[in-house]
């Protein structure tokens, strides 16, 4: 699933049958057919090829969003972890008060206040996703900083900076790693929603989440608008969730001993 979705982001260019793009009023709301597997929206676009390059949105906004938001939550679970006191405490109530918000709802605020497009998206789910990545690493952080390796690199008078680059930050990326790969799929159904909303990607440009809400009002006459969409999105998640669990059970040492 994950290399079906990765195929279709990077090759969408060359695989797809028709433009993405360009419309033709006489195939408007064809069934799905030979000329159109998947069929045409209102406007007669195909609606595979859409399909296709709205992948590769949705892996463009997974992907960057959780590497974002994992460089900076990661900054400060190391900061919180590592020094403690008034940093702990300050980054500590920040986090508390992002959490505090529902997740979907924090986003649409974040990019009601930006503006809707896609980069603001982007923006709004890296700064939803940022408290999930700085609790992980505060918590690693806090066992490993009293581990004997970094007492010893402490005796030896390593700085602080290579303590933290060089023995902590690598004893923690196992499970950062799970954690960007489970939430790649969490970004991608929080960019259907925005998009679905209105407060995502912009026409023309083709997104999965806005392509359900065009095609709701066609629910009746016209179901493979929504129906076709939905599925990648189902597809997509089941898929990085079920690599994010197989790589946390393949990175987990206390599986190998089974």
């Known amino acids: 699933m994950v290399a079906g979705l990765t195929f279709a982001a990077v090759c969408a260019p060359w695989v797809t049958p028709y433009s993405p793009y360009a419309p033709d009023s006489a195939a408007g709301l064809q069934p799905p057919s030979r000329a159109h597997p998947f069929g045409t929206d209102t406007i007669g676009r195909d609606y595979l090829s859409r399909l296709l390059f709205g992948a590769r949105v949705s892996l ?4 960057t969003t959780m ?5 900076v939550g990661t900054t400060l679970g190391l900061v919180a972890g590592y020094y403690g006191g008034i940093a702990d405490t300050l980054i500590g109530r920040f986090l508390d008060a992002l959490l505090a918000f529902p997740v979907v709802l924090l986003a649409i605020f974040v990019v009601a206040v930006l503006g809707a497009s896609m980069l603001n998206a982007m923006v709004a789910i890296t700064i939803v996703y940022t408290p999930a990545f700085a609790r992980l690493t ?3 952080v806090l066992s490993l900083r009293a581990q004997d390796f970094s007492e ?3 005796a030896m008078g390593a700085s602080d900076a290579r303590i933290i680059g060089r023995h902590i930050l690598p004893n923690t990326l196992s499970p950062l790693l799970v954690q960007a790969f489970l939430g790649v799929g969490s970004a991608i159904l929080i960019e259907a929603s925005l998009s679905f909303l209105g407060l995502g990607v912009q026409p023309p ?3 999965w989440g806005s392509m359900i809400g065009a095609g709701r009002t066609f629910l009746t006459v016209a179901p493979w ?3 076709f ?7 997509a998640i089941i898929g990085v969730n079920v690599f994010g669990d197989g790589l946390r059970e393949m990175l987990d040492p206390r599986t190998w001993r089974r």
């Open 205 to 207: 440009t083709p997104s």
């Open 229 to 235: 969409p939905g599925l990648a999105i189902v597809v």
């Open 152 to 154: 010893a690199a402490r």
């Open 67 to 71: 590497a974002a938001a994992g460089a």
């Open 60 to 63: 463009l906004v997974g992907v």
């Open 138 to 140: 505060r918590a690693s």
């Open 225 to 227: 608008l929504t129906l």
